[in-house]
């Protein structure tokens, strides 16, 4: 099983990022997907989740009304829109895969059965 994820870069405070995760090795669409993150210094937190249709969606409190999580079943891809970011919002994005259906399970570590490598999201002020 492969998650490759891909879009972090740089980007000025109050900017936008599209980060993708494009899996494979598995069958995506029987896979809640997700992303963590993890700042220097910082433990690893978990950032927003979907179920295998869409819906429901679940969100940090930190990232909710800012990102949006959604997903491409045939295309085996998830992607996390990150709007209106902020300097505290850098760090690395992990994308995650459980095969666990219920949505609340994406928010556990311990849940995880799949991470990815991670991308880099910087933020300049």
């Known amino acids: 099983v492969q998650l490759v994820e891909s879009g972090g870069g740089l980007v000025q405070a109050g900017g936008s990022l599209r980060l993708s995760c494009v899996a494979s090795?598995?069958?995506?669409?029987?896979?809640?997907m997700g992303w963590f993150r993890q700042a220097p210094g910082r433990e690893r937190e978990f950032v927003a989740g979907?179920?295998?249709?869409?819906?429901?969606?679940l969100y940090a409190d930190s990232v909710k009304g800012r990102f949006a999580i959604s997903r491409d079943n045939a295309k085996n891809t998830v992607y996390l829109q990150m709007n209106s970011l902020k300097p505290e919002d850098a760090a690395v994005y992990y994308c995650?895969?459980?095969?666990?259906?219920?949505?609340?399970?994406?928010?556990?570590?311990?849940?995880?059965?799949?991470w990815g490598q991670g991308t880099q999201v910087t933020i300049s002020s």
């Open positions: 090795g598995l069958t995506f669409s029987s896979y809640t």
């Open positions: 995650v895969a459980t095969r666990r259906l219920l949505i609340a399970t994406i928010t556990r570590e311990n849940m995880i059965d799949y």
């Open positions: 979907i179920i295998w249709s869409g819906s429901p969606t």
